[in-house]
């Protein structure tokens, strides 16, 4: 199957930072990411669409000037969290179809960030 | 939204049993679903999908079912082995252009030796 990457797999920082996690595409295109969340033992929750080109497009309830989304070419999309607080730890996680509508979604192994 | 509980909802078999995880979908737009396995502190792994226009779909060892009149689906594997053990999720594509996946709660898989 396609791989998707992310890096940091793991952050740790100081509450007020900002940090930036970045999800590739290795093998294939993606003019389409997605970017979600996960607390423990729950679902993935939907934070928002990264479109290549353009704005992202953010779910309900998530900050758009919290989590700033760039895609800057069609295989790298990033997401950073500015000024984190402890409310942010999570895991993010990002995914991408590999081709066209209503494909595959490929996800990535996923960044822990814990704010202290 | 938040989502809901703190508790995932458990299946525990004996290695070897059939196991049948069950998903109750949202959407009746909804025109692709998609199970996957998460592993702790992992992403999720694709294991097999299914479009609205069928109501069966069969892999090795594992096979999806669409009930579309009741919105549910199922994934059976077959001859549950203890590396099976992880969090299934079902997803929804809701349709459109937007290619946008909803997930369900989850449900713990447990294999006992």
């Known amino acids: 199957g396609a791989v998707v990457s992310q890096h940091p797999s793991r952050v740790i920082c100081k509450s007020g930072t900002s940090v930036k996690i970045e999800c590739r595409s290795l093998d294939f295109q993606a003019t389409t990411m997605f970017w979600y969340r996960q607390f423990p033992k729950q679902s993935l929750m939907l934070m928002a669409t990264s479109n290549e080109g353009s704005k992202a497009t953010y779910e309900q309830g998530v900050e758009k000037d919290k989590f700033l989304i760039n895609h800057a070419s069609l295989t790298l999309s990033t997401l950073t969290v500015t000024s984190a607080h402890p409310e942010d730890s999570s895991f993010y996680i990002c995914?991408?179809?590999?081709?066209?509508?209503?494909?595959?979604?490929?996800f990535g192994p996923g960044t822990r960030l814990l704010v202290l | 939204g938040e989502s809901v509980g703190l508790h995932l909802p458990t299946l525990s078999v004996q290695e070897g049993d059939n196991s049948i995880i069950n998903c109750a979908y949202s959407?009746?737009?909804?025109?692709?679903f998609i199970w996957y396995k998460q592993e702790s502190g992992k992403g999720p792994q694709f294991i097999i999908d299914i479009r609205s226009n069928m109501d069966k779909r069969q892999g090795q060892r594992v096979t999806v079912l669409l009930n579309k009149t009741v919105k549910h689906l199922s994934l059976q594997i077959a001859a549950t082995q203890p590396g099976d053990s992880a969090v299934y999720f079902c997803a929804e594509n809701i349709g459109g252009a937007t290619n946008k996946l909803i997930f369900g709660t989850g449900t713990l898989l447990a294999v006992q030796p």
């Open positions: 995914s991408a179809p590999h081709s066209g509508w209503g494909e595959t979604q490929y």
């Open positions: 959407n009746s737009a909804s025109d692709y």
